[in-house]
């Protein structure tokens, strides 16, 4: 792990960066791969002037003859979004505007988030996968052909879905392919009225279920945990974050790339044991950073304030971070933080933080900690839009009526350290100021009795920074200082 706090100057300038930049497209290829005819069509229907076009480091190389042929076919003025705030998966709208944009074309692998402030319309890259050894894997992992399955996919191989299905569906009747619902294709915000809400019936008694970008519909009579999942796409954050949602349900995959197909394995108990483990964390933590993962997810705003108030309320500190890219370095700053949130998408939001040196958990997991009427069950929520009011999993928090009116503080016992932990709820906003609760006179000069977790943790601290000492350092003749740089001053020698 020390290797991840620093390394040496030799190492840097002498590191090796592995990038698969090579060019993936022939110029014949070109029109077709990135759909230039498509994306010229939406831009002169709706007259744009700038357009933002947003690629992944993987298609990067792409990226100017892609905006070679949009401008020579429109009248348009293309920006390309290369290095982006963030996740490559999410809209860097924050980027385009700096440039004015009027709209963003997002190409490659995208989560789906939901944005609001520009048009926008994705490019999915149409990567190859072998029907024949798809099926005939999913026929092998799926031997009872009357079995409820239902398919899901990483949008990049969405153009297959239905020729898979027609494979498919003379064997299985029951098999269902999840569809995309694609955020502002044509330039529209999709509102939440726009497509079916989560867990509403059709008119035919089946059940839609709209999550993730996906929507998929389930029989009358049967539940979610009633179906068995196939995904085709590569292991990583996307079946991650499949499987914590959907817990009780089977999964199997098959790799295009690898064109290998197997029963995932993984358990999801132990993993969310690990999350359970984050929460009992969160429990203990005294100050709590809240990263911003993301600018571009529509109510990332919103769940600020919740969290920030669910944090307070349960008498904690919190302090809010905007770092970009998260890593080891930038977080390992800040020593008195105990545990971090993450803001992002579903996909980003289930950050391994086994490297970092303090938990970061999800707002789900920090809602559990510190909303006493949320508590940890088999559901996980992943998009932090659920959790606002009117999600499908809002819960409010506890008001001073439930907490007995703030007289009783209810003990609770950690499960990590076995200490004892305070749960009482804090309600004047007042009390939970920046500098403290109370200040007494000791040995005449004043002291924090009952200061907030930050100013304990600086008190703790053997070195507190620099101290004016003002009459007590001897006044001295200014002098020339060293000369050089930081790492090798002119009198170090070599």
Same mark, same amino acid.
């Given at each position: ?11 840097? %300038? ?15 290829? %070109? ?88 048009? +926008? ?57 999840? !569809? ?9 915000? %999709? ?25 998929? !519909? ?239 943790? +600086? ?36």
């Amino acid at each position: 792990m020390s290797e991840a706090f620093s390394s040496s100057s030799e190492a840097v %300038l002498q590191r090796v960066v592995d990038v698969t930049g090579d060019r993936k497209a022939p110029v014949e290829n %070109l029109h077709q791969l990135y759909q230039i005819q498509k994306t010229c069509d939406f831009i002169s229907q709706h007259q744009f002037n700038k357009v933002a076009l947003q690629f992944p480091d993987e298609l990067l190389a792409d990226a100017v003859a892609v905006s070679v042929a949009i401008e020579k076919e429109t009248r348009a003025k293309t920006f390309v979004l290369g290095d982006t705030s963030y996740g490559s998966c999410c809209v860097d709208e924050v980027a385009a505007e700096h440039v004015g944009a009027d709209c963003i074309v997002h190409y490659g692998r995208a989560c789906l988030s939901p944005s609001r402030r520009l048009p +926008l319309m994705y490019v999915f890259d149409r990567r190859p996968v072998d029907l024949e050894k798809c099926s005939s894997t999913f026929r092998e992992l799926h031997p009872d052909r009357q079995s409820p399955i239902i398919i899901l996919y990483d949008v990049n191989y969405a153009h297959v879905i239905d020729d898979l299905l027609t494979l498919l569906t003379p064997e299985y009747p029951n098999v269902v392919a999840s !569809t995309l619902l694609v955020d502002g294709e044509r330039g529209e915000r %999709l509102d939440d009225n726009d497509v079916v809400p989560p867990d509403q019936d059709d008119d035919g008694g089946d059940q839609v279920v709209c999550q993730f970008g996906r929507r998929f !519909t389930l029989k009358s009579g049967l539940g979610i945990k009633d179906y068995r999942m196939f995904y085709i796409g590569r292991e990583g954050a996307i079946l991650r974050n499949f499987m914590m949602t959907w817990n009780g349900c089977a999964f199997s995959s098959f790799d295009p790339v690898t064109a290998m197909g197997r029963t995932e394995s993984i358990s999801v108990n132990r993993a969310l044991m690990k999350r359970c483990y984050a929460i009992e964390r969160a429990k203990d933590a005294d100050v709590v950073g809240i990263l911003v993962g993301t600018l571009g997810v529509a109510d990332y705003l919103a769940i600020i304030r919740q969290l920030k108030e669910t944090i307070r309320r349960a008498g904690k500190k919190s302090y809010m971070f905007a770092m970009g890219k998260l890593n080891v370095a930038k977080l390992a700053n800040f020593l008195e933080i105990d545990i971090f949130v993450l803001i992002a998408c579903p996909e980003n939001s289930l950050l391994d933080s086994g490297d970092f040196y303090k938990p970061v958990v999800t707002p789900f997991e920090m809602e559990v900690a510190c909303n006493r009427n949320r508590e940890w069950s088999e559901e996980y929520v992943t998009d932090f839009r659920h959790l606002l009011p009117g999600g499908r999993s809002h819960v409010p928090l506890a008001n001073e009526q439930e907490d007995g009116g703030g007289g009783e503080d209810e003990p609770d016992v950690s499960l990590i350290t076995g200490a004892l932990r305070s749960r009482h709820l804090t309600h004047d906003g007042s009390v939970a100021s920046a500098f403290g609760s109370s200040v007494v006179l000791r040995n005449q000069a004043l002291t924090v009795a009952n200061a907030n977790s930050a100013a304990s943790f +600086l008190s703790a601290r053997s070195w507190q920074g620099l101290e004016q000492k003002l009459g007590e350092t001897p006044v001295a003749k200014a002098t020339e200082g060293r000369k050089g740089i930081a790492i090798a001053y002119e009198d170090e020698g070599t």
